[in-house]
């Protein structure tokens, strides 16, 4: 597996080995000794999700602001344009963003720590997204900063206006929200 640092130094992006011929590939989507002799993280993983959406849609930007969650993000089918936002205040890289290209075909993996904020663009008819998280889903906790927040900028790369839920639409701009200290 390959560590590829981004702007914001604690997410990663994660190339694994992919062992392909002419019946196809296989690569393992995560092991935790090759993991932590990687990344020097020794991670416990305690819930797996998958979603499913179409072109256009746009998830995010989510956080929990309590039982936060760190992120192993893939995908199976399709591609996204995966963004990683920094929200702890403490850091020096508050309130900066990362976006790489997620897809089927390039196995691309991004690690996302606790105290990222975390969406995504569906750049494919249609995406299948896995990810591993740190912890359970909270949605008492679950926080939404907007998507288009001038003060962020997100380059998305958008065609159209993108697709969101109801709750996507009333995220808070990041400097009303609240944040990790």
Same mark, same amino acid.
């Given at each position: 597996m390959k560590v590829v640092q981004t702007a914001i130094p604690d997410v990663l992006m994660i190339e694994p080995r992919v062992f392909g011929d002419a019946r196809g590939f296989f690569l393992e989507g995560y092991n935790a000794r090759d993991f932590r002799q990687a990344t020097g993280l020794s991670l416990d993983f305690v819930q797996d999700n998958h979603s499913r959406s179409r072109r256009g849609v746009l998830r995010g930007l989510h956080y929990q602001l309590q039982q936060a969650q760190g992120k192993l993000v893939s995908v199976v089918c399709g591609a996204v344009?995966?963004?990683?936002?920094?929200?702890?205040?403490?850091?020096?890289?508050?309130?900066?963003?990362?976006?790489?290209?997620?897809s089927e075909d390039n196995h691309r993996q991004l690690w996302l720590? %606790?105290?990222?904020?975390?969406?995504? #663009?569906?750049?494919?008819?249609?995406? @299948?997204?896995?990810?591993?998280?740190? =912890?359970?889903?909270? %949605?008492?906790?679950?926080?939404?900063? #907007?998507?288009?927040?001038?003060?962020? @900028?997100?380059?998305?790369?958008?065609? =159209?206006?993108?697709?969101l839920s109801p709750k996507d639409q009333a995220g808070l701009p990041l400097k009303q929200a609240e944040c990790f200290p």
């Open positions: 344009f995966d963004v990683a936002v920094d929200i702890r205040r403490s850091s020096p890289g508050f309130g900066r963003w990362v976006g790489v290209e997620v720590p %606790p105290g990222i904020a975390h969406g995504f #663009l569906v750049l494919s008819e249609r995406v @299948d997204v896995f990810y591993k998280t740190t =912890d359970y889903y909270a %949605p008492e906790h679950e926080r939404v900063i #907007l998507w288009n927040d001038p003060e962020i @900028d997100i380059e998305w790369p958008l065609a =159209d206006e993108p697709l």
